[in-house]
């Protein structure tokens, strides 16, 4: 399926900026040498089409990935181009966290990223990881920053140290499968003008568990998303993107190499799913009628 550029729909961010709705993931890219140059030119093609967020991190194939983000977006206009990347928890702190930015930054080709992430909070100081974010961004060498598998109890210690609300984004796990953050992670952000950012956004293979630890089939195999896809004439691939994308307030990453792959995902951004779609589909995966620890890749 064609697509036109989806390169306007966007979020806001607090800082009043505005970030692509849908973009490219790259986990698991860089991971075998063989298929470098099919990856790039993957990135480089969803470029082409307006998928202009790309994001990354320095522990996916120990900076591989980010290399061929660099080698993807080398002859491309740096001003029309949305560059995401995730630091260690153990390398955010101010005796690592500059030569880890400068190794992605060399890595990834560029001055500067639009948006840099904690990848997760492990032992991170949060105050020591907002003074450094900060200071990053003072420097120009961010332009803003967030968090990633944050969940509600470690976005509000965030919240209670200096400059901590200036957090920008949190990158977690959602998708129709895992829904937990629409029961208090969600609301919490939405309440302070902060997006989700969706990783994994279709799912992974292999079965999943309900909050009552009902092993349910896998999303694509799902008899109800099945039949949703079909009467809409869409793939099984851009339901689930549209289902994580009807949030106003949430972007999306879904990775893909192939051109025809790229196009889907794409495609995706324009679909709205009625009240009888998302009927159908939650009779399969509810939304959550209780607190559900955060699940995290």
């Not at 063989?34 to 522990?59: P, S, W």
């Not at 990347?85 to 690592?96: F, G, I, L, M, T």
């Not at 200071?135 to 120009?140: A, E, S, Y």
Request: proline share 4%; glycine share 6%.
């Amino acid at each position: 399926m064609k697509t036109t550029p989806v390169l306007t729909n966007t979020i806001a961010l607090p800082d009043g900026s505005f970030m692509p709705k849908l973009g490219q993931g790259t986990w698991q890219m860089g991971e075998d040498d063989a298929k470098f140059h099919r990856e790039v030119c993957g990135l480089q093609y969803g470029t082409r089409i307006g998928m202009n967020l790309i994001d990354t991190a320095e522990m996916y194939a120990d900076g591989k990935a980010e290399n061929i983000v660099g080698n993807a977006i080398r002859d491309l206009r740096r001003d029309q181009l949305y560059l995401v990347s995730k630091v260690y928890p153990q390398n955010a702190c101010r005796a690592h966290i500059y030569s880890s930015l400068q190794r992605s930054l060399k890595l990834m080709e560029t001055d500067y990223l639009d948006l840099y992430l904690l990848h997760w909070r492990e032992d991170a100081d949060l105050a020591e990881v907002a003074y450094c974010m900060e200071d990053l961004r003072r420097q120009g060498k961010i332009r803003r920053w967030g968090v990633s598998n944050f969940d509600i109890s470690d976005m509000e210690d965030l919240w209670k140290v200096p400059d901590g609300s200036n957090c920008c984004v949190n990158q977690v796990l959602y998708n129709l499968g895992t829904r937990g953050i629409e029961y208090d992670l969600l609301p919490w952000q939405r309440e302070r003008g902060i997006p989700i950012m969706a990783y994994s956004p279709v799912g992974q293979a292999g079965a999943l568990t309900t909050q009552d630890g009902v092993s349910k089939a896998m999303l694509m195999d799902d008899k109800n998303v099945l039949e949703v896809s079909g009467r809409l004439g869409i793939s099984v691939v851009q339901l689930l993107l549209a289902f994580v994308l009807r949030h106003d307030d949430v972007a999306a990453i879904p990775k893909a190499v192939s051109s025809s792959h790229i196009e889907e995902n794409a495609a995706a951004s324009q679909i709205i799913l009625s009240d009888a779609d998302l009927e159908q589909l939650e009779a399969s995966f509810p939304a959550p009628a209780k607190k559900i620890p955060m699940e995290k890749y």
